[in-house]
């Protein structure tokens, strides 16, 4: 994972829990496009970027080698150099991925992380929760899934983005398409569905892995399960950015509350 080296929490205790829960970005910063060179800071959010090692680099490493895959997350892998990758990162080694690796093997390393987390990147509390917006259609469904979002911990919100990230550029790759040659290039046939039936009960748990009845759910459950992935991948650029208006209303209601936060915020801008 990563340190959170310059947390507002750290200057005043618990307060401030408002700002830290809203992860406060600028649209502008979730640009690929933009400057990287730049020095200006945007954000307001004072947690710095938390997404395990494994993580990034497991899905760095499919974006890099792995797109063209036909049945990427779906055909089988070496239960052997999966074990070995997941001792070493268990070991605290660091661990390099590059072409030699099997592209199939860091797919399962990556699910089968996803799957065994003490706490799933979802965290179990909020099942219920996300599972209900299923049932609900169009902008009031988004802007369910967003303040839910709001609720995740800071490190399950950054690695939830980065991996919603990865699964929206697998899914782009999913049907066949050609080069300026002409030549054709193959697609990895993952849509986003796909995608969302296999990740999809590796985030979101009911039970903890071991407890009885575990991995049993019924059709309805699962069907949601699903659905609301689906969701999460397709509108993750949106879901993530908070408007300005909701920027303006907490940096208000923190003005009231904890007006050394804001003399904070503004010293470090």
Known sequence: ????????????????????????????????????????????NPIT?????????????????GLQTVGIFRVGSSKKRVQQLREEFDQGLDVFLDEH?????????????????????????????FLSTATMEGPAQLDALQLLLFLLPPCHSDTLHRLLSFLGEVARH?????????????GNKMTVSNLATVFGPNILQKDKPG??????????????????LQRLIEHHQTL??????????????????????????????
């Open 240 to 269: 993530f950015m908070v408007s300005p208006e909701m920027q303006c209303d907490v940096l208000r209601r923190l003005f009231q509350t904890d007006p050394d936060v804001i003399d904070y915020l503004l010293r470090r801008k």
């Open 174 to 186: 999913a049907e066949h398409s050609w080069d300026p040659k002409g030549q054709e290039i193959p």
């Open 101 to 129: 690796q099997s592209v199939h093997d860091v797919a399962a390393l990556l699910k089968e992380f996803l799957r065994d987390m003490p706490d799933p990147l979802i965290p179990r509390e909020l099942y219920g929760a």
């Open 49 to 65: 970027w938390q997404v395990p090692r494994i993580v990034d680099r497991c899905c760095t490493h499919i974006e890099t080698h």
């Open 211 to 228: 407890e009885k009845d575990a991995g049993a759910l019924n059709f309805e459950d699962s069907a949601a399960i699903i659905l609301v």
């Open 1 to 44: 994972g990563a340190m959170s080296v310059d947390s507002i929490t750290d200057l005043s205790g618990n307060t401030s829990k408002l700002l830290e829960a809203l992860q406060l970005s600028h649209p502008h910063e979730l640009d690929p496009r933009r400057m990287l060179g730049k020095k200006k800071t945007l954000s307001l």
